[in-house]
């Protein structure tokens, strides 16, 4: 049995139309990388089981502490984690800075906020082991979002993002892949990168983007365009 637990990036905002019978503002899409993995390992490899999605828009470690988990019993053998974006708080950082922004200290608050991040991934990770001792627990990262800025085709990104916002956005998510590797060291987990697997397919890179960006779709079906991390 497969267990999701996460945020906006594990429940595939964006990617809809959603899931029904979900809450409208989790917006868990069947194309999130998730559910596709499991789709996969029961055509490929004929795993057999069940799913339960808990992952959700704005949701932080803190959330998957406070009720994701209830979902993860002694029969979860596989669990998909990507959880801790909200923590350190890109959207807000985006939004700061759609009005001007200091990077630097916006980058040195983002750093500051990774080690109380670290200890709250552990304490998931070691719930979920006592609970579920036979699970593989595999955590992924964050992709750039916004790209390389020397490889953007003008002087910003989305219309606003300047290049040094754009190198302090690729800083965090750095630290923050980092941090998630280093759970491989300190926890039993398997870690696979998000940052790696899209790097050149972000929003602003010249390859064709692979992040859905501002668009989103309504759990009636309908796209509206919002903005949305």
Not at 53 to 80: E, F, P, W
Not at 162 to 189: H, I, K, Q
Request: glycine share 10%; charged share 20%; hydrophobic share 35%.
């Amino acid at each position: 049995n497969t267990v999701i637990l996460g945020d906006s990036f594990a429940a595939g905002r964006g990617d809809g139309p959603y899931n029904p019978g979900v809450i409208d503002f989790c917006t868990q899409s069947p194309q999130s990388w998730g559910e596709k993995l499991v789709r996969k390992l029961h055509e490929t490899d004929h795993v057999t089981g069940s799913l339960v999605n808990m992952s959700c828009n704005g949701d932080t470690t803190y959330d998957v502490l406070s009720y994701q988990l209830r979902a993860v019993d002694a029969q979860t053998d596989l669990v998909l984690l990507q959880i801790g974006g909200n923590d350190i708080g890109i959207d807000q950082i985006f939004l700061s800075c759609f009005l001007g922004c200091d990077t630097a200290a916006e980058l040195r608050s983002a750093q500051r906020r990774l080690p109380g991040i670290f200890k709250r991934l552990g304490r998931i990770i070691d719930s979920i082991h006592t609970v579920a001792p036979n699970a593989t627990v595999l955590v992924t990262d964050y992709p750039d979002l916004v790209g390389d800025p020397a490889t953007w085709n003008d002087g910003k990104c989305l219309g606003f993002i300047t290049p040094e916002m754009g190198t302090a956005l690729r800083s965090m998510v750095a630290d923050g892949s980092r941090m998630y590797a280093s759970l491989t060291r300190n926890f039993n987990v398997t870690f696979v990168s998000e940052r790696a697997v899209i790097a050149g397919h972000n929003w602003c890179d010249t390859d064709a983007s692979w992040i859905t960006g501002l668009t989103h779709y309504e759990s009636d079906g309908r796209r509206r365009d919002l903005w949305s991390i």
